[in-house]
């Protein structure tokens, strides 16, 4: 009971001080396995591996393995619960703010400026998985030195499969009006069938 | 409490398909939301987000709960973010629990490399659909253009800003410099 308070406490922690995306959570995970010993960094590595490939946010995927890893089922519904409650907190705090002041000149005036700075965070992480599926690394950063300026053309360093892929599913979901559900299964087994 | 339980479902349905984390789910929560169930509009969503970047925690769930608070309350903002956790928790459990070595699979990186090219493709949609409302004007681009280069650059900066930063003095600078959808509206009328 001790230590399921203690991980609910430890990843309430986390929850209120990581800020952005999910692999905000990391240098948390990394400090607490150093402090609690209830996971290894090697335990982290797999977490992540996990997490990616699973639904749901990263941060959340992590923390329910950790506990698990620390105290079976319990542990990870009490990581969970303790790394989501501190926003729970805080967002309802926000909204009922916002529904109050939603007509106030400063509020709006300050979306005025955080809507582009959240699409500019969005079009940061867009890049960033883009840099991954769409890039071949291995090619780009070996290559790249050793030949240039043959290699402008950048053709050997763009991960095709990928590429067209990605501008077919762009083009379907516009003309289709299915589910992005429908699409992410599609991709799944496209990825297994060409080996991806 | 009819409307509890559609909420928890809705969300819960949303957190199993979640691939991508926050931002690749907002094409999902278009159709899903907005969409199909008319619980919240395109403008709501972009705010959400917004301030789901600069508030701590996991941007879908600062989503779900704002959805949720908005839809029913104090209730309803803990029954959404349950809903979505639900479903990841309980397939990481399965996981962790009898095939943890899920990940190394080659089935299963095969499949989601094919996920990510999805997942790149939904956020592209995202960024698209969200555009026409967050960058409004000439201001709204040059700041957006600043924050992406200061976001995307961080790592070849002397210090690195972290994000959370970055967005909150766009804040500052919307409410020192910024127009609201008045004002904006009465600049286009001559």
Redesign the interface.
């Known amino acids: 009971m001790d230590l399921l308070l203690r991980l609910m406490y430890e990843f309430f922690k986390t929850g209120l001080f990581s800020v952005g995306g999910g692999l905000a959570t990391l240098p948390f995970l990394y400090e607490m396995s150093e402090k609690t010993g209830w996971f290894s960094r090697y335990d982290v590595a797999d977490m992540i591996a996990i997490s990616e490939c699973t639904p749901g946010a990263i941060g959340i995927n992590m923390s329910t393995y950790a506990g698990f890893q620390t105290a079976g089922i319990p542990g990870g519904i009490c990581a969970s619960l303790g790394l989501a409650l501190p926003s729970l907190i805080i967002i309802i705090v926000i909204a009922k703010f916002l529904n109050k002041f939603d007509e106030n000149k400063y509020v709006q005036r300050a979306f005025y400026g955080l809507r582009p700075a959240s699409i500019a965070m969005i079009t940061g992480a867009g890049l960033n998985v883009a840099k991954v599926t769409l890039v071949d690394w291995n090619a780009a950063t070996f290559d790249f030195l050793s030949s240039f300026p043959e290699n402008l053309p950048l053709i050997s360093f763009v991960k095709w499969p990928a590429l067209i892929l990605a501008v077919c599913l762009f083009v379907a979901m516009k003309k289709i009006k299915w589910h992005p559900v429908v699409f992410l299964a599609i991709s799944a087994v496209i990825g297994i069938l060409l080996r991806f | 409490m009819r409307e509890l339980f559609d909420l928890y479902v809705a969300f819960f349905k949303i957190?199993?398909?979640?691939?991508?984390?926050?931002?690749a789910m907002l094409?999902?929560l278009e159709?899903?939301l907005v969409k199909e169930r008319g619980w919240t509009t395109m403008e709501k969503l972009?705010?959400y987000?917004?301030?789901g970047?600069?508030?701590?925690?996991?941007?879908?769930?600062?989503v779900s709960?704002?959805i949720g608070?908005?839809k029913k309350g104090?209730p309803g903002?803990?029954v959404a973010?349950a809903g979505?956790?639900t479903?990841?928790?309980i397939?990481?459990?399965l996981?962790?629990?009898f095939l943890?070595n899920?990940?190394?699979y080659?089935?299963?990186q095969?499949?989601?490399?094919?996920?990510?090219?999805?997942?790149?493709?939904?956020?592209?949609?995202?960024?698209l659909r969200?555009?026409n409302?967050?960058?409004?004007d000439p201001v709204?681009?040059v700041?957006?253009?600043v924050?992406?280069a200061l976001?995307?650059g961080s790592q070849y900066l002397p210090v690195s800003v972290?994000?959370?930063v970055?967005?909150i003095c766009?804040?500052?600078?919307?409410?020192?410099?910024?127009?609201?959808?008045d004002e904006m509206k009465k600049k286009e009328e001559p």
């Open positions: 957190g199993c398909v979640a691939f991508g984390g926050g931002y094409p999902i159709k899903d972009t705010d987000f917004a301030i970047q600069c508030t701590p925690g996991i941007i879908a769930l600062n709960t704002f608070y908005n104090i903002a803990l973010t979505f956790l479903g990841p928790v397939i990481i459990l996981i962790a629990a943890s899920f990940a190394h080659p089935v299963v095969y499949a989601f490399s094919g996920i990510r090219v999805c997942v790149c493709v939904l956020i592209l949609q995202a960024i969200l555009w409302k967050s960058v409004v709204s681009f700041l957006y253009l924050i992406f976001a995307a972290p994000a959370a970055l967005v766009a804040g500052i600078f919307g409410v020192l410099f910024g127009k609201t959808p």
